[in-house]
């Protein structure tokens, strides 16, 4: 005998297994997921006292999986003891909806069952509605069809978070579909739309216009202008890791373009001829030509962490330019210090990365010459590797937000605090499974409004 659909099998078993009084076999492989239907079938078979020792057998077991899988349950369930609905609907509420982003992986771990439990978004809070959303994502691959269906509730949800989650669960769904139900019905607003395959390339065709583009791998950028309907709709677009991007001039259809970040491309060359793009950001790291970048005189962003060439910045950036914000990252001031950078005297905030050669003296005093300078970042590897630089900074009572990332909470800040007396901000944010003693940090800038981020 062959059965047409596997829910006659799993009913027929469910029954027989109550008729015959076979509970503990179910008990017994509840734990597989194939015997889901089997259980929650035997449960709406059985009589009152077999439900309720069903399900207080499932709750003793203290498993998310075994809990959810109880509340399951309860859908198919008329007559149940009062006090067993009340055991296992508190017991689920711990578990539903999750409140964290470790709470929404770990109800993941409990299988596709839960997406037919996750509630919203009616009723929950930003923070549930993101728990939600992880949860689903993350049952994308193994539940599409159930993934979809909730992730596809929160599509108009207002939150930023949420609405980041929804772009990033794109990957595991089908590319044309995902696109059509969810995100062209997400609101765009400070959200970058991330593209990995050519099927989601080929999925930009069918949406409506994406200001904010981000494409990782190996994508010709003629591919790419060719997909879009909307080119002039774009502002700012990501290159990561694409081995297909040389010629820079190929952006030029993107006439709009104000942002651009180019990230571990090994061989772009040609930043001299985006001149007549309207460009104010630009990104750069890890590899291609720099020599162009002189002539990008819009610019009032800009984010370098590849070695500068020359042996001054006013040889490397553009002079002309009103940068207002410079990131000086990894192997960027090897060969050129911070020599020159009086030139952009309009500077607010100055960012220094994980350099690779320690700062002198002469280079502080380039920083001093910086009238408008307000914010400095700098990044915990330099002080925890060059705590003699340090020392050479001249006290600077105009930097009125210091901001040090990357810390291991073993980082001596006396230094920096003595040198900054008009500090009136300080964040400093932890490295991966490191936290922060606050309060002793807290002490060394009395006068400023601390802000500790872990990550």
């Known amino acids: 005998m062959d059965f047409v659909h596997r829910t006659f099998q799993d009913c027929l078993g469910a029954r027989y ?4 009084g076979h509970l503990d076999v179910l008990l017994k492989n509840a734990d597989d ?8 079938m035997a449960v709406a078979h059985a009589r009152s006292h077999e439900r309720a020792w069903l399900l207080e057998q499932l709750l003793k077991r203290r498993t998310p999986r075994l809990t959810l899988l109880a509340l399951a349950c309860l859908e198919h369930v008329a007559a149940l003891d009062a006090g067993v609905r009340a055991e296992v609907e508190a017991r689920a509420a711990a578990l539903i909806p999750p409140r964290t982003k470790d709470d929404a992986r770990a109800l993941a771990e409990a299988g596709p069952l839960v997406l037919e ?3 919203g978004p009616e009723g929950l809070t930003d923070a549930e509605a993101l728990g939600v959303t992880i949860t689903a994502s993350l049952l994308g691959e193994a539940e599409p069809e159930g993934a979809l269906g909730v992730l596809r509730r929160f599509r108009g949800h207002t939150d930023f978070d949420v609405r980041e989650q929804l772009v990033a669960a794109w990957g595991k769904f089908d590319a044309e579909v995902y696109a059509s139900e969810v995100l062209n019905h997400v609101d765009q607003t400070r959200l970058r739309l991330f593209c990995e395959s050519p099927e989601q390339r080929a999925a930009l065709a069918r949406i409506r216009p994406w200001r904010w583009l981000s494409f990782q791998g190996a994508h010709r950028i003629e591919d790419i202008w060719a997909a879009l309907p909307w080119p002039e709709a774009v502002t700012s677009i990501a290159l990561r890791d694409n081995p297909d991007l040389t010629d820079l001039g190929a952006l030029l259809p993107f006439r709009e373009l104000q942002q651009l970040w180019v ?26 030509d720099l020599t162009g970048l002189r002539s990008l005189r819009k610019l009032t962003t800009l984010s370098v962490s590849q070695r500068l060439p020359g042996t001054d910045l006013a040889q490397a950036l553009p002079v002309e330019a009103p940068l207002s914000f410079l990131f000086l990252g990894r192997f960027s001031t090897d060969a050129t210090g911070f020599r020159g950078l009086r030139h952009w005297p309009g500077l607010h905030t100055l960012s220094l990365g994980p350099l690779t050669t320690a700062p002198t003296a002469a280079d502080w005093r380039e920083v001093a010459e910086l009238p408008g300078l307000a914010h400095l970042y700098v990044n915990g590897s330099i002080v925890r590797e060059f705590p003699h630089s340090l020392d050479l900074m001249p006290v600077l009572p105009g930097i009125a937000m210091l901001r040090v990332p990357m810390m291991l909470g073993t980082e ?12 009136r901000s300080v964040i400093l944010g932890s490295r991966n499974g490191h936290s922060l003693p606050a309060s002793r940090y807290k002490e060394l800038f009395p006068n400023a409004r601390l802000t500790v981020e872990e990550n």
């Open 33 to 40: 997921t194939q015997w889901e239907d089997v259980v929650r």
């Open 17 to 20: 297994a109550v008729e015959e």
């Open 412 to 423: 001596d800040l006396s230094t920096l605090a003595s040198r900054l007396p008009g500090l």
């Open 117 to 119: 439990l996750l509630p």
């Open 263 to 288: 990230d571990d491309c090994p061989a772009p060359a040609g930043l001299d001829r985006l001149s007549v793009l309207p460009l104010t950001l630009l990104g750069w790291s890890g590899g291609g």
